[in-house]
């Protein structure tokens, strides 16, 4: 080295981490006065994408420790504010200043490429039916598909799995629940023959790869996923066309409303749908049936209910009696609480000012606001012990239970299923599906965890999506009742 050249390397160095961070104010921003704090992350325009996306819960606890509850990160290109006061979810349901729908849209079109859909005259005449048939007395045939075509697939699949001359089946519990839950929910919503193995397979596809669709990786990394999407086109577009089969009440006005619309177009949205309704159900239904499994005082409570309901006694699984297995209701409850991983999301249309109990902040337009019920769900005032699975821990004999913090009432505790005008319109179905899946198991068939030990941990790369599935699967056996 000449003499010059030690000033000019250590020069080097100290200007390097300058213009490092130099690029990273450039590109990920500046906390503007009335702002929350700013977070930029580490990395330009990734922003704080990697350790959001390996374990968001962790890396938003940390911040709140830092910063308190409400802050500003940057993630992927996207400014993402965060509102962790469980008692400021109403002020943020209620802000004018905040929408959901190009958050839906913005959705729609990476994951089901169905760009613009609420330029769609159908959208609005969808979306009503979907509040209006998935509740109430309108639940009350669709449940009664359900419980048939489970009733009527489960020994068929019991029986598959269990070896010529042994007296029980052992099966990955996840993979069981999945193909079950998939067929019969299908079927019952779409009509008969519709859950073909090809159907499966491809739906399985695309929803693996749908994370990353939403990150927006190039189309090559998720080449499967993509395939499956478009294989699912056709036959969803079927579904709703002159030659479906005899479907439920609520995908027959689906197909009314849509009449006048492309197969193309009618196909995405029924992929969208199809989606919605199996993404979330089938991993809640797989943490019902393995906390149940897991905790033998839980699954003694749930089994001795289900013994002493008249309905089930006389063969009646109504959303009557499914109403009235508290135990069960608490346990299921139990287990959303702790493997719910969704988002509820809004977009400012515009620069604005919000007023939240704890103060007033600014948004600028294209922020978006998040809240994070993952983080209410694990709070340990809220819920004491939080990482526990308490089976009874949502038990009431009527109504909803009411939980506290700080002495005031934590207005909406439990949020699997969102809130506001993005809340799930499946939740009551949803909720019946997992509870005839239990009672038909529990009923039929003694099943127990072949290995000792915790339950696998959540896959935490679909942070935002709704239920964490699991890492991996479990192994159980199953053994029909005399
Ligand atoms: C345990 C099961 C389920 C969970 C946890 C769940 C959760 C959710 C959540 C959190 C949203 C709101 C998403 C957002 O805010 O962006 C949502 C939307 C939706 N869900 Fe569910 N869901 C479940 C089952 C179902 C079922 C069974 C159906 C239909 C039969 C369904 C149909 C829908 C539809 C159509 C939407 C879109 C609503 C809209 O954008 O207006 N869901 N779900």
């Known amino acids: 080295m000449n003499e010059h050249g030690l000033p000019v390397v250590i020069a080097a160095c100290l200007a390097a981490p300058a213009a490092y961070l130099g690029a990273l104010a450039a590109i990920n921003g500046w906390r503007r006065p009335g702002e929350p704090p700013l977070i930029r992350g580490a990395v330009p325009y990734l922003g ?13 606890d940390g911040l709140r420790a830092e910063h308190g509850e409400l802050f500003t990160v940057f993630i992927g290109g996207r400014r993402m504010t965060f509102a962790l006061d469980p008692m400021a979810v109403p002020a943020l349901l209620k802000a004018k200043q905040l929408s959901f729908a190009p958050v839906a849209d913005e959705v729609v079109d990476l994951a089901f490429a169905l760009p ?4 769609y005259a159908a959208i609005h005449a969808l979306e009503r039916a979907s509040k209006d048939f998935l509740k109430g007395a309108a639940l009350s045939p669709l449940t009664a598909r359900m419980e048939a075509q489970l009733d009527a697939l489960l020994p068929e699949y019991v029986d598959a799995l269990t070896p010529a001359g042994q007296g029980h089946a052992e099966a990955d519990l996840y993979r069981f629940i999945w193909d079950l839950m998939f067929a019969a929910g299908t079927d019952a919503l779409y009509g008969q023959g519709v859950a073909t193995p090809a159907l499966s397979k491809a739906f399985d596809d695309f929803d693996q ?24 086109v056709a036959p969803m577009a079927a579904s709703t066309g002159p030659e479906a089969p005899a479907q439920s009440e609520w995908m027959a006005k689906r197909a009314e409303i849509m009449a006048a619309e492309d197969p ?57 009696t499914l109403d009235q297995l508290r135990h069960l209701d608490s346990a299921i409850r139990e287990s959303l609480r702790l493997s719910s991983g969704s988002l509820t999301l809004r977009l400012a249309a515009e620069d604005c000012e919000l007023e939240l109990p704890t103060g007033r902040f600014r948004l600028r337009k294209d922020d978006q606001v998040a809240i994070a019920p993952f983080l209410t769900h694990r709070d340990p005032e809220i819920f004491p012990d939080p990482e526990a699975y308490q089976h009874d821990r949502f038990y009431v004999e009527k109504g909803v239970k009411q939980f506290f913090k700080a002495g005031k009432r934590v207005p909406m505790p439990l949020m699997p299923f969102g809130a506001g005008v993005s809340m799930c319109p499946g939740r009551f179905f949803a909720v019946n599906e997992i509870k005839l899946c239990v009672t038909l198991l529990l009923s039929r068939y ?37």
């Open 48 to 60: 704080a994408a990697l350790p959001f996306g390996r374990d968001a819960m962790r890396f938003l």
């Open 116 to 119: 613009k859909v609420r330029e």
């Open 209 to 232: 790869a749908f994370p990353l669709m939403l990150a927006r990786v190039p189309d090559f990394i998720v080449r499967e996923g993509i395939a499956g999407r478009e294989f699912l």
């Open 264 to 320: 193309e177009f009618r196909g995405r949205i029924q992929v969208s749908v199809l989606w919605a309704a199996h993404a979330n159900t089938i991993p809640a239904t797989f943490w019902a049936v393995a906390h149940l499994l897991r905790h033998p005082e839980a699954l003694a409570a749930v089994r001795a209910e289900l013994e002493a309901s008249e309905g089930l006694r006389a063969g009646d699984r109504s959303t009557a």
């Open 446 to 482: 003694d099943l127990e965890l072949v290995d000792d030990g915790p339950l696998p941990s959540y896959d935490l790369s679909r942070v935002g999506l709704g239920i964490y599935p699991p890492s991996q699967d479990v192994r159980v056996r199953i053994t029909a009742r005399s």
